[in-house]
């Protein structure tokens, strides 16, 4: 569960830079709600290699905003919304660095 004030921080900074958002575009009636919790979604970087799946190998750290009438689920990244901080800096020699985290770690 993300507590009170991190969803504050992640609403804000969906709302600063997202402005637009405001009623699902699906089924046009619906609204949207945080997902409790975060993403962690697998980077494939190694196209060739599909299907093998790399465990902890490198993934995007996502908050998930999901329509309250259809279910329409938008994925934002969270080093992007510029909320890195929010997840766990990686480890030096660890296979599950994130290219983005590192990049936000300046
Ligand atoms: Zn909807």
Do not use: Y
Not at 63 to 77: D, E, F, I, K
Request: contains cysteine; hydrophobic residues 40%.
């Amino acid at each position: 569960m993300i507590p009170p004030e991190i969803q504050q921080r992640i609403l804000g900074a969906i709302t600063q830079r997202a402005p637009a958002i405001q009623i699902c575009p699906v089924c046009h009636v619906g609204r949207w709600t945080l997902l409790e919790g975060l993403i962690k979604l697998p980077i494939i970087t190694e196209p060739k290699q599909f299907p093998n799946v790399v465990l902890g190998g490198a993934s995007v750290p996502l908050v998930a905003l999901t329509c309250n009438h259809c279910g329409n689920t938008l994925l934002m990244n969270l080093m992007v919304l510029g909320l890195g901080d929010l997840v766990a800096s990686p480890q030096p020699n660890s296979e599950s660095n994130s290219p983005d985290a590192r990049q936000d770690q300046k």
